[in-house]
C-alpha cells in the first residue's frame, strides 16, 4: 500500500508560479511511474505530466508544454510540478498518482487526495 500526499497548491495571479509537491509512504516511489492529474470544475480528470521511475523520461499534456516540469527525488520519496506561467484554465484540483508506466493512459496503482490550485485573472 502507498500513501500519497499532495501539498503547495493556493491561489495564484495568472503569470505566476507554483510548485506542488507528492509525498509518499508506505513503499519506494521509486517502485512506480508517477503522474499529475488535474479535474476542474464540471470538467473530467485530466492527464496532466508524467515521469518514469529513474526520471529519465517526462511527458506532458500539450496544454501544459513549455509552462509545467515534473520531476522526483526518489531519496526523499517525493515527486514535484513545478508550474510557471499560470493562467486562470489552469484552475484545478491537481492530483498525483502511481502508475504501472509514464504515459497518459497508465493503469493508476494509487491516487492522492488532491490539492487545490486557483488562478485569478
Known amino acids: 500500500q502507498v500513501q500519497l500526499v499532495e501539498s503547495g497548491g493556493g491561489l495564484v495571479q495568472a503569470g505566476g508560479s507554483l510548485r506542488l509537491s507528492c509525498a509518499a509512504s508506505g513503499r519506494p516511489l521509486s517502485s512506480y511511474a508517477m503522474g499529475w492529474f488535474r479535474q476542474a470544475p464540471g470538467k473530467e480528470r485530466e492527464f496532466v505530466a508524467a515521469?518514469?521511475?529513474?526520471?529519465?523520461?517526462?511527458y506532458y499534456a500539450d496544454s501544459v508544454k513549455g509552462r509545467f516540469t515534473i520531476s522526483r527525488d526518489n531519496a526523499k520519496n517525493t515527486v514535484y510540478l513545478q508550474m510557471n506561467s499560470l493562467k486562470p484554465e489552469d484552475t484545478a484540483v491537481y492530483y498525483c498518482?502511481?502508475?504501472?508506466?509514464?504515459?497518459?493512459?497508465?493503469?493508476?496503482?494509487?491516487w492522492g487526495q488532491g490539492t487545490q490550485v486557483t488562478v485569478s485573472s
Open positions: 498518482a502511481a502508475t504501472s508506466v509514464a504515459a497518459p493512459t497508465a493503469d493508476i496503482n494509487y
Open positions: 515521469i518514469s521511475r529513474r526520471g529519465k523520461s517526462t
